[in-house]
């Protein structure tokens, strides 16, 4: 049961409205469900709808009209309340019955009180109905009204509860603003897929993901299209911005703006400016980092990304509150990653940014935020830009959406247990689309290690067969050889070997950097981590090479040193012993 609440200033076309035809001849049989004293009359049940309608607007507006300059300006106080698809179809009663509850938790009219606001439900539609209040009490003082949506969605909860509904996702306040119905209509009319707060808000997340300061920030905004306004103090400091789309304008020809604290909570001017602040790190020179030379700048960036996505799938799996720093980060790498991913997934991964938007947000502050690492990904991915072919380029796609799942999988965890469910919806939706985006970019590489796996020789196959069943026993490999999945798995044992890397000593590696329990397919998940640890190329066409002087060694498990270990990660136990397994979630 969905609540919106808005204000207005006009009784009578609000009225109209809600009596009328719809906007597209959608509203049957408008009537009155509910009332302030169970006696109002009503349009939708009298032989001179016009004539009744003026009597309802006149006993509403009664009490603004003897308060005078006393009464608000936008004293029209209006709730529509939608059942969720699905639902049963609620009884005119039952609809007053919730009418009644909503008026009273928001302080409209309180029971027992006798000078409580007046108020109508009006029911136009099998869905749902339209509180209309007017705000001036019986006593001609102004009704308290302090967050009046969240008590509206917590008595909403409640009744869905009692009254056997779908019991959606309790909200914090943290969510971005909805766009209201006339931005929709707006955007059916003009032929938009989508609403100009949607479309904006997509388009500053991508701006400030990365962006090194405030400069840039503005800079990207207007270079993806958008007109910007900068509120500047007298002083020249800014204060604030505006964004609007071109052509985007109002009946009187003017553009229409929005605030960036409008967009969403964290997209105020003060909010960016604190997550500019952390800054971003320093990025390694590829010779430095032991990338290839002959590697693209996307490809080369999109490694990177991975290895700092898992840390912070690691801190998210802590259950510390700092983490939620974390959060953020990632919010702004699914951003980088959409906006330079190629066509194929292009859609997917969008959808999987703006899903994840919502993860990013909660009532958890970290104190000690450290996004730099993520933020410097971010920029890296879009300083490197799109051109990433067909080859190492498109791979290294895979691999890093592979760690994104987890990541995603990691956040909704954190969030669960913190009882933010829709943050945690969120995370998991994120993690679906990753899903499907990571499906179109493993296709090829993926097939192709399969086939490399099964052109082996039978005794070099058998030998990583044997290592396989080794570290992973709870795998299910089958004494008589492994099943047909595992060969890009044994296909990557084989070339980290060609490449000078001790197999046993680098799969043991690949494991203890984190729980495998979450993967959709642990050989997947480890083909990537393997082909990262090893500076193997992630398209399976390209040579792999030596290691690099400088590099980690994996030569004996004595001289490994695991990623959970490093200062930043959480230690995490080996999936190779059941026993000491986190229990699956």
Partial sequence: ???????????????????????????????????????????????????TLARLTA??????????????????????????????????????????????????APDGDPDGCRWIAVRHAEDHIHIVATLVRGDLRNPRLNYDFNKAQAVCRRIEEEMGLRRLNAGDGTAAK???????????????????????????????????DEKEFFTRLREAGLRVKVRHAPSGDALGYNVALPGDRNRHGEP????????????????????????????????????????????????????????????????????????????????????????????ELAAAARAFERATRSQVRAERADTRALRSAARGIVQAGGALGRGEGGGTTAMLVSTLIL?????????????????????????????????????????????????????????????????????????????????????TLAQAEQAGHDPEALLQQAIDMRELDTAADVNDVLVWRLRRLAQLPAHPGEAPRRPQAGTRPTKTPANRTSERNAPTAAPRPAVSDPRSRPPRR
């Fill in 59 to 108: 006993a509403l507006d009664l009490r603004v009209k003897q308060a005078g300059d006393r009464a608000p300006a936008k004293h029209v106080w209006h709730c529509s309340v939608r059942t969720a698809p699905g639902d049963r179809r609620l009884s005119d009663e039952e609809w007053n019955a919730v009418a009644q509850r909503i008026v009273h938790a928001t302080g409209i």
């Fill in 178 to 212: 909805n766009p209201t119905s006339a931005e929709k209509f707006k955007a059916e009319r003009t032929g938009r897929p989508e609403t100009s707060r949607e479309t904006l808000r997509e388009a500053v997340r991508q701006a400030v993901a990365g962006a090194d």
């Fill in 407 to 491: 990541v995603t999988l990691a956040a909704a965890r954190w969030h669960s247990a913190r009882g933010h469910a829709q943050q945690a919806h969120a995370s998991r939706l994120a993690a679906e689309y990753l899903r499907a985006a990571y499906r179109q970019a493993a296709a090829t590489p993926m097939r192709v290690l399969h086939d490399q796996g099964r052109a082996l020789p039978e005794t070099q196959r058998r030998s990583h067969e044997a290592t396989l069943r080794a570290a992973l026993p709870e795998q299910g490999v089958r004494a008589d050889g492994m099943p047909t999945k595992t060969d890009a798995l044994v296909a």
């Fill in 256 to 347: 229409v703006w929005y605030p960036g604290s409008k967009l969403a909570p964290d997209l105020s001017l003060p909010k960016i400016r604190l997550r500019l602040a952390d800054g971003t790190a320093e990025r390694a020179t590829p010779s430095a980092a032991g990338d290839r030379a002959d590697w693209s700048p996307p490809a080369r960036e999109r490694r990177s990304a991975t290895g700092i996505a898992e840390r912070a799938a690691v801190l998210l799996d802590g259950d510390d509150d700092e983490a939620a720093a974390q959060l953020v980060g990632v919010g702004e790498l699914l951003d980088a990653v959409a906006q330079t991913s190629p066509v194929a997934t292009r859609a």
């Fill in 1 to 51: 049961m969905v609540p919106d609440i808005g204000r207005g200033s006009r009784t009578h076309g609000l009225l109209v409205y809600l009596y009328g035809p719809g906007r597209r001849e959608e509203h049957t049989d408008a009537h009155l469900v509910g009332s302030w004293d169970g006696f109002a009359p009503d349009p939708g049940r009298d032989a001179e709808p016009q004539v």
